[in-house]
């Protein structure tokens, strides 16, 4: 029994498709019908709601669009892919639960691989031509993948204590012309800064204000007439004595001595000698180099000296990370040539599995009708996990990139013929026309190959030749029909006679005609 299948798809308000519901069943599982009956839009509502993109001309999106698409994991346990229209945007949820289209196309790698004639992504991944090589020969890289993590964790401690030789001599040389720096600015406290800068400014004041100062103290305590200190002498000597008042006179006099006193200082800080020019140039000098060092060193000088006792013991763990550092670079030179062993051998086991792969897939490339076809894996890298797939659609062409050389329908081959030599059953095949452009007998190569494919993993494919579709084990029929001027589309399995009707239609366009449902019968018969 596959591990996972995809049970149910569920689509409503997609351009034609009103409302389908499909219960898939295992194996080869087959979608015909007649052209624009909606066969492409089913896809698209498969891909809409595995996270495809939304594009409103490709799907036919409405206000009512809705589309589910329920997978059976393989352990028991189903999960639930969603997406539908909401206000005028695309909700999506997973089982029932909110979330991003971007997680539906994550989680629906797991269960899904959609071989679309234009659009397959399986071989445009180098990541999923290395699984394919790897798988084909049962090759593992955990020994080589567990030597590199061991490499990482060197690498992480060597640079932790100051990396290899020259990159801890250039770390110590940067942090000693750090310390140095810091220690030359002789910092006194943390506060230092802000000290100068008062004073700088109290007497760059002084020295601004001095023509001011002179100016208040002379209308204050002056020569002349006028002065305040002056006429507040006068009035106290104008006060009459014995008249209750010579507590209050005194008290008078000793203020206006005060304010003489006051004036006397105000002239001598007004003085032009008062203000230190050389004082004033230290502190500004001793300002900008304060700066300096607050900027470069965490943006204060606390943090400056925090940093300099960092750096100092930084520049201790270096020099006493010798010894390890030591026992690192012996290491790392020992997982470094097992690294280099281990590549090349996983190399040499890639090569081998991509030759054999490219053979086993040749057998099957004329089944599939590309007999003239070459396809070839390539491995590079000192790993070999640098893997591309190169193709040559017909004798006497140069190889070239799958995906660029490759038509739609011949690269939908090419993955047919992949499937029969890879197939895994931890994934659902989709397959999209894959028998575009072909008929006859190599139509029922392609058929056998589809039900052999089937046998591995749950396939659906959608096809318009009936030899492709006899070979079904479940057929599904969308059909269009046209009532009370609208446009409608359902789906349904069909069985027994109906599925007898449709093969007919398939091959003469007539579901009635006697000789058409004669080979309809033939054809199914041959199935084993």
């Not at 030759?355 to 490339?365: C, E, K, P």
Request: glycine share 8%; aromatic share 4%.
């Amino acid at each position: 029994m596959p591990k996972a299948q995809l049970l149910e798809l569920f689509a409503r308000g997609l351009g034609v498709i009103e409302e389908a519901r499909i219960g898939f069943g295992p194996g080869f599982n087959v979608i015909t019908g007649e052209t624009g009956a909606g066969k492409t839009l089913l896809l698209g509502a498969l891909e809409l709601c595995l996270g495809g993109d939304a594009v409103a001309s490709r799907y036919a999106l409405n206000h009512d669009t809705r589309a589910i698409a329920v997978f059976d994991r393989g352990d028991g346990r189903d999960i639930v892919f969603s997406r539908e229209s909401v206000s005028g945007r695309l909700r999506a949820s997973l089982d029932d639960a909110p979330t991003s289209a971007e997680v539906l196309r994550q989680r629906a790698r797991d269960v899904i691989v959609i071989h679309g004639q234009h659009d397959s992504l399986a071989l445009r991944s180098r990541g999923e031509v290395l699984r394919l090589i790897d798988a084909a020969g049962a090759i593992s890289s955990d020994g080589l993948d567990a030597v590199r993590r061991e490499i990482d964790e060197r690498e992480r401690e060597r640079a932790s204590l100051g990396g290899d030789e020259q990159t801890r001599a250039r770390e110590r040389d940067f942090l000693d012309f750090q310390c140095r720096e810091i220690d030359a600015a002789r910092l006194r406290s943390g506060d230092e800064l802000e000290e100068v800068l008062e004073e700088l400014t109290r007497m760059s004041s002084l020295r601004d204000a001095h023509d001011a100062l002179l100016s208040a103290a002379e209308a204050l305590d002056g020569d002349g007439d006028g002065a305040i200190l002056n006429r507040f002498a006068e009035a106290i000597s104008g006060l009459p004595r014995e008249a209750g008042v010579d507590d209050l006179r005194t008290e008078l006099a000793n203020a206006l001595e005060a304010a003489r006193a006051n004036v006397h200082e105000l002239r001598e800080r007004a003085a032009p000698d008062f203000v230190d020019p050389e004082r004033l140039a230290q502190l500004e000098e001793r300002a900008s180099v304060l700066r300096q060092i607050s900027r470069k060193y965490g943006g204060s000088l606390t943090a400056a000296l925090e940093q300099l006792d960092a750096f100092s013991r930084r520049i201790a763990e270096i020099d006493g990370a010798q010894g390890r550092l030591s026992l690192l670079e012996a290491e790392l030179g020992e997982l470094k040539r097992r690294e280099v062993a281990l590549a090349a051998e996983l190399r040499r086991e890639r090569e081998a599995s991509a030759q054999r792969l490219t053979d086993r897939v040749a057998r099957q490339l004329p089944r599939v009708a590309l007999p003239n076809a070459r396809l070839r894996f390539v491995v590079e890298g000192v790993d070999g996990s640098l893997a591309h797939i190169v193709f040559a659609p017909n004798p006497g062409w140069p190889e070239g990139p799958l995906s660029s050389l490759a038509s739609g329908g011949e690269l939908s081959r090419v993955l047919l013929a992949l499937s029969l030599e890879t197939a895994h059953d931890d994934v659902v095949a989709v397959f999209d026309e894959v028998d575009a452009g072909v008929g006859g007998q190599v139509a029922q190569q392609i058929g056998d190959c589809l039900r052999e494919v089937g046998a591995s993993q749950q396939v659906i494919a959608v096809t318009h030749l009936a030899s492709v579709a006899a070979k079904a084990a479940h057929h599904f029929v969308i059909e269009k029909t046209v009532a009370d001027g609208a446009t409608r589309t359902r789906v349904r399995e069909v069985r027994g006679e109906e599925r007898v009707r449709e093969i007919a239609r398939m091959l003469a366009g007539d579901a009635q005609s006697a000789e058409a449902a004669a080979l309809a019968r033939r054809l199914l018969e041959s199935v084993p």
